[in-house]
C-alpha cells in the first residue's frame, strides 16, 4: 500500500515539476511577435515564390514589419495592389512597380533548330546541359525538357508540342523563379509592355547560328539600321532592344519586317504564334498606341 | 581509450537506425533532403547527449533510492518529453537562428523511440554518468551519420529511373535495408 502511494507520489511530481516549469517557461520566456507581420503575410499571395529575396512570405512579411529599410514593393506576384496594402499596413511610401513577364528567348521549336545528337536520359535540363551543352545543335537554345515547368509557382508555364514553354500571360506573375531555374538562360523577365522582343539567344556568329537553327538571330543589324530610336543593339552577336526606348518613342515597329529570320518579334503576339501574324500583330500595337 | 572505443562502438557497430532499427520513423520522414536530415540529425544528436544526462540523474537520484526501477519507462517518458518543450522555449526565445534552422523537429523529437531507447539501455547497462554521456552522444551522432547517408542516396536517387511500383518509400526502405546490411560488416568488431 505504502508502495502505491510512492508510485503515485513520484509519478504526479515529476508531473507537476515538469508542469510548473514549462508554464514558467511559457510566461518568462513568451516571445512578442508583432501581430502586425501576420496581418501584412495575409495580404501577401503566398507563392512562396522567393521572388522577393526572402525565404517565403512569412519571412518576408517579418522583414517589412520590423525593418525599416525594407521596401513595400518587393512582392513581384502580387504587383500593384499588393504593394499598395503592405505599404499602407506598414505606413511606407510605395514606388510605383513596373509589372514583368516570362519571356522565352528561343523559338528553335524541334523542326526548326537541328539536334546534335539522341538524348535519352534524365527528364531535365540541368542534366541534358552537363551532357556536352545539351541535345541541340545550338548551345544557347532552349533544351524543351521542361525544368521551367516544373519550377515555375504558379502553373503558369507549359511545354508546347513544338517542345518550347509557352507562358501563360494571366498566370505569370514575373516572379522570375523560371529565369533562375533555366540553365540556359533562355528565361528574361521583360516588361509586361514591350513591344518587340528578340526570341533568340545565341550568341553564335551569324553562319552558325544559321546553321544550327532556322529561326536564330544572325546579328545582321538590319534591325538596328531600322529603328530610327537607337532602342536596338547588338551585343555578343545578339539582338538586344531597349524595352523602354521602344515603349516610350516608337509607334509602328519596323524592325520586326526586316528580319531574315523573324528572329525578332513583336511581343504582343506571344512566343509560339506563326511568322505571318507578326507584322499584322505590330500593326495592331502601333494602332492602340 | 575506453570511452573511444564506447563511441566508435555507438556510432557505427551498434548505430541505433541501421542495426537495432529503432527511430525509423524520422529516419524515413525527414531524409527526403540533405538539408532537413543534417538539421535533424544534429538536433536528435544534441537532444539525445542531454536527455540522457537528465534520465542518468533522475535514475540514480530517484529511482533507485525509493527502489521504484519499474517506473523507468514513464519517467524517462515525462522527463524527456517536458525537457525537450522546454529547450524548445528556451531556443525560441534566445537563439531565433537555431530555432530556424531546427527547432521545427525537436518536436518531432520528443516522443522518439531513439531518445527514449538510449537512456533506457544506458540505465539497463548500469553506465557511469559519462559512459551514458559518451554512448548517448554516440549513438546521437550515428543516427546523424544514417539519416545523412540516407538523405544523400534518397537526393541522388531523384533522377533514377525507379519502376512505378517501386517509387518514394518503396525504394527507401530497399535502400536501408541495403545500408543495414553494408553495416552488419562492423559488426561484433566493438561488442556492446
Known amino acids: 500500500m505504502e508502495k502505491a502511494f510512492l508510485i503515485l507520489a513520484v509519478l504526479t511530481g515529476v508531473g507537476l515539476i515538469f508542469g510548473f516549469i514549462l508554464a514558467y517557461a511559457n510566461k518568462k520566456f513568451a516571445l512578442e511577435v508583432n501581430p502586425l507581420i501576420h496581418i501584412v503575410e495575409d495580404a501577401l499571395p503566398k507563392g512562396q515564390c522567393g521572388a522577393c529575396g526572402y525565404a517565403g512570405c512569412m519571412a518576408y512579411a517579418e522583414a517589412v514589419v520590423l525593418n525599416a529599410d525594407v521596401p513595400p514593393t518587393l512582392c513581384i506576384p502580387g504587383k500593384e495592389p499588393v504593394a499598395k496594402a503592405v505599404a499602407e499596413l506598414t505606413g511606407k511610401a510605395a514606388a510605383a512597380m513596373d509589372p514583368r513577364i516570362a519571356q522565352v528567348k528561343c523559338a528553335g521549336s524541334n523542326e526548326k533548330a537541328l539536334g546534335a545528337y539522341s538524348y535519352n536520359g534524365i527528364e531535365d535540363c540541368v542534366a541534358a546541359n552537363l551532357l556536352f551543352g545539351g541535345p541541340k545543335a545550338c548551345k544557347h537554345g532552349c533544351l524543351g525538357l521542361g525544368t521551367c515547368v516544373k519550377s515555375c509557382p504558379f502553373g503558369a508555364l507549359s511545354m508546347s508540342e513544338a517542345g518550347l514553354p509557352t507562358v501563360d500571360p494571366e498566370k505569370c506573375t514575373g516572379c522570375g523563379v523560371c529565369a533562375g531555374a533555366c540553365p540556359k538562360q533562355v528565361i528574361a523577365m521583360s516588361p509586361l509592355d514591350a513591344h518587340v522582343q528578340v526570341n533568340c539567344n545565341s550568341k553564335d556568329k551569324g553562319p552558325v547560328a544559321r546553321k544550327a537553327c532556322s529561326v536564330a538571330c544572325i546579328a545582321c543589324t538590319l534591325c538596328m539600321k531600322e529603328c530610327p530610336h537607337g532602342a536596338i543593339k547588338m551585343e555578343n552577336n545578339l539582338a538586344t532592344v531597349d524595352a523602354k526606348v521602344c515603349v516610350e518613342k516608337c509607334s509602328e515597329a519596323k524592325c520586326l519586317a526586316k528580319c531574315p529570320t523573324k528572329a525578332i518579334r513583336s511581343a504582343l503576339n506571344g512566343i509560339s504564334g506563326n511568322e505571318n501574324q507578326t507584322t499584322a500583330a505590330a500593326a495592331c500595337a502601333s494602332c492602340a498606341q | ?192
Open chain 2, 1 to 192: 581509450m575506453e570511452y573511444f572505443t564506447l563511441f566508435m562502438g555507438a556510432v557505427i557497430v551498434n548505430n541505433f537506425v541501421l542495426t537495432r532499427f529503432l527511430g525509423l520513423c524520422i529516419f524515413f520522414g525527414v531524409s527526403k533532403s540533405l538539408d532537413a536530415s543534417i538539421g535533424m540529425g544534429m538536433a536528435v544528436a544534441s537532444i539525445l547527449t542531454a536527455s540522457s544526462a537528465l534520465a542518468w540523474a533522475a535514475y540514480n537520484f530517484v529511482l533507485v533510492p525509493l527502489e521504484l526501477k519499474f517506473l523507468t519507462l514513464p519517467v524517462f517518458v515525462i522527463l524527456i518529453a517536458g525537457f525537450v518543450q522546454f529547450l524548445e522555449i528556451v531556443i525560441k526565445r534566445f537563439a531565433p537562428a537555431l530555432y530556424n534552422m531546427w527547432g521545427i523537429y525537436l518536436v518531432l523529437i520528443a516522443t522518439n523511440c531513439v531518445v527514449l531507447g538510449v537512456p533506457l539501455i544506458n540505465v539497463e547497462s548500469n553506465f557511469t554518468f559519462i559512459k551514458s554521456v559518451v554512448n548517448a552522444l554516440g549513438s546521437g551522432v550515428g543516427f546523424a551519420l544514417a539519416i545523412i547517408l540516407m538523405a544523400s542516396l534518397r537526393e541522388k536517387l531523384q533522377y533514377a529511373d525507379v519502376p512505378k511500383s517501386l517509387q518514394g518509400l518503396g525504394i527507401a526502405f530497399v535502400i536501408a535495408g541495403m545500408l543495414a546490411l553494408s553495416f552488419l560488416g562492423f559488426s561484433g568488431m566493438i561488442p556492446m
